[in-house]
Structure formats: structure tokens, C-alpha cells
């Protein structure tokens, strides 16, 4: 039962967010579970998308994926991390929903990939205190070839995802990521510069990553945590600068085109490609996103059985 102290706060919340989103949120979020591709006896693409997701995110991680299956026009190989609080219901359907997924338990990912951070500890520092260490940890760690993507839950799809496409179709040992609206590096160019070697990349934002395994130091990480200011700065952040130092160190790619779109506006841009709804205008996923999605995404014709 709902105490009348959370009924008063989704009340204050509903009312500042306004009615779009309130509606979207209660109604069009829980609908994925309509959504159907009807494509999985086609062979699927071989670089896998990575998802970070759990009780609070796996609806959203599922409009997510939903929307790059239908703009990427390919069914590709889903590997869903458990940040340790993935209902059962919510694991259950997305395995319904991406017949192509796997899920890795909370519990079987520390096992696995606390034994190898022994000999990075204050990376196994970092993941033992915040979740979003998973991304750039345990990511490359289960990933089964040499590149991968990693997909935040908070991003939508709404064009053909051309340059993407365009990385997965060539060897490349580049990095990708989208360009993030101001700089959010935790540390600054002269201390990369005095303690790793290494000349920043600015304004890298890890909401989606396109990376090569190689790229992924993790001693690199470990110095990082160890010798400069990175641990002291916002956590959100942390995992995000680590990734951009990693691929500055390898010095190949950059970051894609402003059509994939990191903003505070109230709307996309006319030709985005995607749209990261950060967790300023979190509300515009419901209010612009699933309203714009959901009568695209849930017409389609039920997949054959």
C-alpha cells in the first residue's frame, strides 16, 4: 500500500511535470510489452548492445531497444546487465520482447568480475560502491567479441542510425560516443595531462558508446581512481570520464554527429537521429519520446509465434 507521504510526493511531482508526461508515464510506458519484431529468423548484426537496467529503468530500457530495432531496421544481440534490482517481472519480459537477449544476473557478475578486479582495487572499489561501474567494468568484461555498444536506458530512437551502421559494418578499432551539452569531465586537461599522459577528449558523453574492446584500460582505470581527483567528483560521472579517458589513451574516434542529440530543449531537433534524456529534462522522455514513439512502435502487426 502507498503511504500518504509518496501519494503526496507523486502528486507534487505529476503537477510540475505536467500532464503529458504524468499520462505517458502511467499509460504508454507499461504498453511495450505490445511492441513485436517480426524479424528474428534473420540473421542478426554481430556486434552486441550492451544495457545497464533495473527495477526503476527496464521499461525504459525496453522502448529503448524497441525504437533501435525499428530505425536500425536489424535485430542485433542484447546482453541486459542487473544493476541488483531487476524485478523478475521485468527481466521475464524483456526476454519475452528480444528474443535475441541475455540477461546477466547481479549475483553472477560479481562473482565473475569481482575475482578479476582483484588486481585493480580501486576499480573494485568503485564497482562495490555504485552500480553505474557495471558499464565500463563488466561490459567489456562479458562482451563475446571485439566491439560492442553500450545503450543507456534514457535514450530513444527516431531516425535511421546511419553512422552507427556505418561502424558496425567495418573493422575499427575507433570510439564513439554522443557529444554531452556542456563539459562533464571530472578532471581537468593538465591533471590527465601531469598524472596519465593523456590529452582529454571533451564533452564525451557515455550515453551511448560505440567502443572496441582493446580500448577498455583497466589499469589505465585503476591509475585514474588512484592518482587524480576522478573519485572526489560527481559519481554519475565517474564511469563517464573513465570511458573517455580510456579512449583518448587509444586516440581513435571522437564523437558522432550533434544529430544524436544530448540537449536540455524542450524538444529533438527536426532531424535527430536519438535524443539522451538526461536526467534534467528526464521528463521529455515521456512527454516528447514515448508520445512520439508510441503510435509508431505499437501498430505494428503481432509476430509470428
Not at 507523486?10 to 504498453?31: I, N, V
Not at 517480426?38 to 537496467?53: C, D
Request: charged share 30%; hydrophobic share 40%.
Amino acid at each position: 500500500m502507498i503511504s500518504p507521504g509518496r501519494l503526496w510526493w507523486l502528486f507534487r511531482r505529476d503537477l510540475k511535470r505536467g500532464w503529458d508526461a504524468s499520462y505517458h508515464d502511467y499509460k504508454t510506458l507499461p504498453r511495450i510489452v505490445e511492441w513485436s519484431w517480426p524479424f528474428w529468423n534473420e540473421p542478426a548484426r554481430e556486434v552486441p548492445i550492451h544495457v545497464l537496467t533495473g527495477a526503476k529503468d527496464w521499461r525504459l530500457s525496453a522502448w529503448m531497444l524497441a525504437s533501435w530495432f525499428q530505425f536500425s531496421e536489424h535485430s542485433w544481440p542484447i546482453i541486459i546487465h542487473d544493476d541488483g534490482t531487476l524485478p523478475r517481472e521485468g527481466g521475464a519480459a524483456l526476454l519475452r520482447l528480444f528474443k535475441s537477449a541475455r540477461i546477466i544476473p547481479r549475483r553472477e557478475a560479481d562473482a565473475k568480475v569481482g575475482r578479476f578486479l582483484k588486481a585493480y582495487p580501486f576499480c573494485e572499489d568503485f564497482r562495490r560502491a555504485h552500480p553505474l561501474a557495471m558499464k565500463i567494468f563488466d561490459v567489456p568484461f562479458f562482451t563475446p567479441g571485439e566491439r560492442f555498444m553500450v545503450f543507456d536506458s534514457d535514450l530513444l530512437f527516431f531516425n535511421h542510425p546511419r553512422e552507427i551502421l556505418d561502424w558496425v559494418s567495418v573493422e575499427s578499432d575507433e570510439c564513439w560516443f554522443n557529444e554531452d551539452v556542456r563539459e562533464g569531465s571530472l578532471i581537468t586537461g593538465g591533471e590527465a595531462q601531469e598524472e596519465l599522459d593523456i590529452k582529454i577528449w571533451r564533452r564525451v558523453n557515455s550515453g551511448l558508446c560505440l567502443l572496441n574492446k582493446t580500448a577498455i584500460d583497466y589499469d589505465l582505470c585503476d591509475r585514474a581512481l588512484a592518482l587524480t581527483s576522478l573519485p572526489r567528483g560527481h559519481v554519475w560521472r565517474i564511469e563517464q570520464t573513465l570511458f573517455m579517458l580510456c579512449a583518448a589513451a587509444r586516440g581513435k574516434g571522437g564523437l558522432l554527429p550533434r544529430r544524436y542529440e544530448v540537449s536540455l530543449s524542450r524538444r529533438a531537433s527536426p532531424d535527430a537521429v536519438c535524443r539522451h534524456y538526461v536526467g534534467a529534462v528526464r521528463d521529455r522522455f515521456y512527454a516528447e519520446g514515448l508520445k512520439r514513439l508510441s503510435s509508431f512502435l505499437l501498430t505494428r502487426e503481432s509476430a509470428p509465434a
